[in-house]
C-alpha cells in the first residue's frame, strides 16, 4: 500500500515539461510540446497499471487522474502563451482560446509581430476576439457549406424544424455513442427533426470519404475552411463533438461538450 502510494506521488511530482527554460523558437517550442505530452501519456499509464493491480483504488486512482490531466493541460496553455510568437505555438493559442478571456487573449495577441497577427491563426484569433460565440439563449448562426452530395447547404433552410447540429465528432462518441443517435433518430420524423453534422475538412473529396466511414441519413457538411470557419469561430467550438440543440424558432436551446443523448432526446420529444 506504502509502496503504491509512493509511486503515484513520485509521478505526480516529476517536474514540469513547460517549466524548463527555452529561447522562444519553433523548433523550442515542439520540443516542450511532445515533452508534455510524453509525460502525460507515461502518468497515464503508470495510473492504468496500478488501475489492473489495484482495482480496490480505483476512486483515488481517479483523483490521480484527473490532477494529471490538469496539470498537462496548464502546461499545455502556459507554453501557448509563452510561445504565441512561434507558428505552432500561435496554432496552439488558438486551440485552447476558449480557456482565456478574451481581454488576455487580446493582449497576447497584440504583442505579436505583425506578420504574426496577420497570419491565419493570428487572423482567426482575432475573429474570434471580436465575434460573440453562440450560447444557449441565442439565435443560431446561420452558416452555408456544401452537403457531401454536392449540394449547397443553408442552416436556415431548416428553419421550422429541431436540429442537431455537431461539430464532427461521429468518431469520438465511439460505436456505443452513434448506436444511440442512430436509435433515436429513428424514432424520430425528418419532418420535424434532423441532425446536422458539420465536419471541419478540407475538401469535397474529404468530406465524401468521411460519409463512407459513417454511412447514415444524416446531412453532413463542410465549408473547408477548417479553423477559419466561422462554423468553428462563432459557434466557439474545438473539442469534437460539441453539440447543439436548435429549436423550431431557430433558438439555441441546449449546448454540450460529448453527445448527451439523454437530455438532448428529452428536449427533442418535449418540444
Excluded at 527555452?22 to 503508470?46: F, R
Excluded at 436556415?156 to 424544424?161: F, P
Excluded at 448506436?179 to 420535424?192: C, I, N, P
Aim: charge should be neutral.
Amino acid at each position: 500500500m506504502k509502496k503504491t502510494k509512493l509511486c503515484l506521488l513520485l509521478f505526480l511530482l516529476l517536474p514540469s515539461a513547460s517549466s524548463i527554460a527555452q529561447e522562444i523558437t519553433e523548433d523550442n517550442y515542439l520540443k516542450v510540446d511532445s515533452a508534455i505530452w510524453k509525460e502525460y501519456e507515461a502518468q497515464m499509464g503508470a495510473i492504468q497499471t496500478l488501475y489492473h493491480e489495484y482495482p480496490e483504488k480505483k476512486d483515488s486512482l481517479a483523483i490521480a487522474s484527473d490532477k494529471i490531466y490538469k496539470i498537462a493541460d496548464k502546461e499545455n496553455r502556459d507554453a501557448a502563451v509563452k510561445y504565441a510568437s512561434t507558428p505552432s505555438g500561435l496554432q496552439r493559442l488558438f486551440m485552447v482560446r476558449l480557456s482565456f478571456s478574451k481581454d488576455s487573449l487580446s493582449s497576447i495577441l497584440s504583442s505579436l509581430s505583425q506578420q504574426m497577427q496577420e497570419s491565419p491563426y493570428g487572423k482567426s484569433l482575432k475573429e474570434h476576439i471580436q465575434d460573440k460565440q453562440i450560447e444557449v439563449g441565442d439565435s443560431a448562426y446561420n452558416f452555408e457549406a456544401t452537403r457531401s452530395d454536392s449540394t449547397h447547404f443553408v442552416l436556415s433552410s431548416l428553419k421550422g424544424k429541431q436540429i442537431l447540429l455537431l461539430y464532427g465528432g461521429l468518431n469520438c462518441m465511439g460505436q456505443e455513442g452513434r448506436e444511440a443517435l442512430d436509435t433515436f433518430y429513428r424514432q424520430t420524423s425528418r419532418k420535424m427533426f434532423e441532425v446536422v453534422v458539420y465536419w471541419p475538412c478540407s475538401s469535397l473529396a474529404a468530406l465524401k470519404e468521411i460519409r463512407k466511414e459513417f454511412p447514415s441519413d444524416y446531412i453532413f457538411v463542410s465549408d473547408f475552411l477548417q479553423d477559419r470557419s466561422p462554423v468553428k469561430i462563432i459557434y466557439g467550438t474545438q473539442a469534437t463533438p460539441t453539440c447543439f440543440v436548435i429549436d423550431k424558432d431557430y433558438t439555441v436551446v441546449f449546448k454540450s461538450v460529448g453527445l448527451d443523448i439523454k437530455n438532448i432526446s428529452g428536449i427533442i420529444k418535449g418540444e
